[in-house]
């Protein structure tokens, strides 16, 4: 069990691989800041079209990193991501949504599900939660977009409600990835906010905030696996990568590391 880098098929590309997804049924990745065309402070595979990069500079990005992994950069499908909690169901015909253009993504999503094989779902992060899941029973993946305000609003747990309703998905069948992203370690929040996330979460307080007042940390991946626990799903069914993102923002684009102006990786996972 474990999240490792593998080198891709071009100089300096490496994709993060989880060994709890079967290779035969699915196939995922993570992408990392390394092996792409972008410059400057986006230097160089950033995958995010809504950054101020340069737009054929991402899409060739895009491009280098969807084929790497064998997917058809064609049928990838992308949402907005506005930090909320919603969930869109990809069928056929939204496939390749926003893969080129923006503003085409899926509106109003922070999540994405889909039983349609080679379709690939990606989303984007600079230091939010990546969460990937899926059904091997049911042949059916998924993929959250966990930020303070998505986890908060529970996106992982909807996320795998919605695969039960549309897929007849079970629980205890899903398989679920928690991919690098902003780790405790670097995740100072408000007093304020660590009060909502107690009221909100007062069962898993304890393990999900540390600190004296004036300098809480909140554990984000430890909060999104509580909730895939919480859903259901079994422990030895969920890998954390346990990648802190803005200690390793040499290897990935890192929003705190980089004060703000920075690229974005992604995660990607499909039906094969
Ligand atoms: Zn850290």
Redesign the pocket.
């Known amino acids: 069990m474990g999240f490792k880098l593998i080198a891709g098929n071009r100089p300096q590309l490496w994709l993060g691989s989880f060994d709890i997804f079967p290779q035969d049924k699915f196939r995922h990745g993570i992408s990392t800041k390394h092996g792409g065309c972008s410059q400057g402070q986006y230097a160089s595979l950033n995958l995010g079209l809504h950054v101020e990069d340069e737009a054929e500079k991402v899409i060739a990005n895009r491009r280098i990193f969807c084929e790497a992994l064998g997917m058809d950069s064609e049928k990838t499908t992308t949402c907005q991501q506005v930090h909320g909690n919603n969930v869109a169901v990809i069928t056929e015909k939204q496939s390749g949504a926003g893969f080129l253009d923006f503003s085409q993504s899926i509106p109003d999503t922070d999540a994405l599900i889909t039983n349609v094989p080679e379709v690939p779902l990606m989303l984007f992060f600079a230091d939010c939660t990546p969460i990937l899941l899926a059904d091997p029973a049911h042949r059916a993946v998924g993929l959250a977009h966990g930020g303070w305000k998505g986890t908060f609003g529970s996106i992982v747990a909807k996320t795998v409600e919605a695969m039960q309703d549309n897929y007849g998905s079970r629980p205890e069948d899903i398989l679920a990835a928690i991919g690098p992203s902003?780790?405790s370690?670097?995740y100072q929040i408000g007093d304020d906010l660590a009060e909502k996330f107690r009221a909100r979460f007062p069962e898993f307080q304890a393990e999900i905030l540390s600190g004296p007042e004036g300098n809480v940390h909140l554990d984000l991946q430890k909060t999104n696996t509580l909730q895939l626990l919480q859903a259901g799903l079994k422990p030895e069914h969920i890998e954390n990568a346990h990648v802190?993102t803005?200690?390793h923002s040499e290897q990935f684009f890192s929003y705190r590391a980089d004060k703000g102006k920075t690229g974005r990786i992604a995660a990607i996972i499909s039906v094969k």
């Open positions: 902003i780790g370690c670097c802190c803005c200690c």
